[in-house]
């Protein structure tokens, strides 16, 4: 019987400055992926915690003390020696300029420009994702608006702050609104937007949607391949009660968690706060977005809790 090899568990940081740039640093040309670019960090010591070994790293390569950092997301790499698992956090706060000393050069870039930079792979996906839009409009279902009220309200949402526009359905799909579909999508293409799709793959493909996003319910019997058959990227609503090694076997881009405060569409329910978001997604390795009765004014909390950013029906439709 062959015995599963334990992961290299390494930490990366994501550190920021208030320009909105990151922090990306160059491998010493004799070490593995030499003269590509990463996220600094670096091994973990057996028993030590992802913050402890993040904050050795950092000052050991780059001479800051980091205060404080949060979970961001865990990129998981197959190799033929041993797998590696990349636990990567968020910088909050730190003392002291950065410098090169392990690395060849620093750089501070803007994530959207991230792609110039040539990344080490298990990098590449954690760029990605920072480029990601920081605030998705759910709509409502295409029942709820007049057909020809959509575009109007399509561009509230966009001039709202929107970064993808998300068509999920109500009491009707919107795989019977195809035409309006089609409309809204040519808008929001016409915006530079994402669009994606709520549990409709034959839409998704139609419409050539960015991301196909899965509820927990319609998941339930998706293989892998299937999962992501109709769009570049999926992502999955996931909840307290959401079996870890389902997700992971789904190894879906984000995840969508909920609900932050209480919600007219949730009476009784109260929120599950921040405290409950980080304790959700510490338990998956993708990084989440939050959504329950939260707005553009809730970003900086989600920043600083580690989520990608917020989702929102009222922020953007109400």
């Known amino acids: 019987m062959t015995t599963a090899v334990e992961p290299l568990q390494v930490v990366a940081g994501i550190i920021g400055d208030d320009r909105g740039q990151v922090l990306i640093a160059r491998r010493p040309q004799h070490k593995h992926h030499g003269g590509l670019w990463e996220f600094p960090g670096g091994k973990q010591d057996p028993g030590e915690q992802p913050d402890a070994a993040l904050a050795r790293e950092l000052h050991e390569e780059l001479g800051v003390q980091v205060r404080q950092s949060v979970p961001w997301c865990v990129i998981r790499e197959s190799r033929p020696d041993r797998p590696l698992a990349l636990a990567t956090r968020r910088v909050l706060a730190y003392d002291g300029a950065p410098k090169a000393l392990e690395h060849e050069a620093l750089a501070w870039v803007l994530p959207a420009c991230l792609h110039d930079y040539d990344l080490a792979p298990a990098d590449r996906r954690i760029a990605q994702a920072l480029a990601w839009p ?73 419409l050539r949607a960015n991301v196909l996003h899965w509820s927990e319910r319609a998941a339930a019997s998706l293989t892998a391949e299937s999962a992501r058959a109709a769009a570049p990227l999926i992502g999955l609503s996931v909840h307290a009660g959401t079996d870890p090694a389902r997700v992971a076997h789904l190894s879906p881009d984000y995840l969508l968690i909920g609900n932050l405060k209480a919600t007219a569409s949730h009476v009784g329910r109260p929120g599950m706060g921040w405290s409950g978001f980080r304790a959700i997604a510490d338990r998956f390795d993708a990084p989440a977005y939050a959504i329950g009765g939260l707005g553009p004014d809730d970003g900086l909390d989600a920043f600083r809790n580690g989520a990608l950013g917020i989702a929102s029906i009222s922020a953007y439709f109400g």
């Open 134 to 206: 920081k605030e998705l409009a759910i709509s409502p279902g295409p029942e709820t608006v007049a057909p020809n009220d959509w575009p109007q309200l399509i561009d509230r949402a966009i001039a709202r702050g929107a970064g993808r526009i998300h068509l999920r359905s109500g009491a009707t799909a919107w795989s019977e609104h195809v035409g309006l579909a089609e409309t809204i999508a040519a808008i929001v293409r016409d915006a530079g937007l994402g669009l994606a799709v709520h549990d409709q793959p034959q839409l998704a493909e139609r």
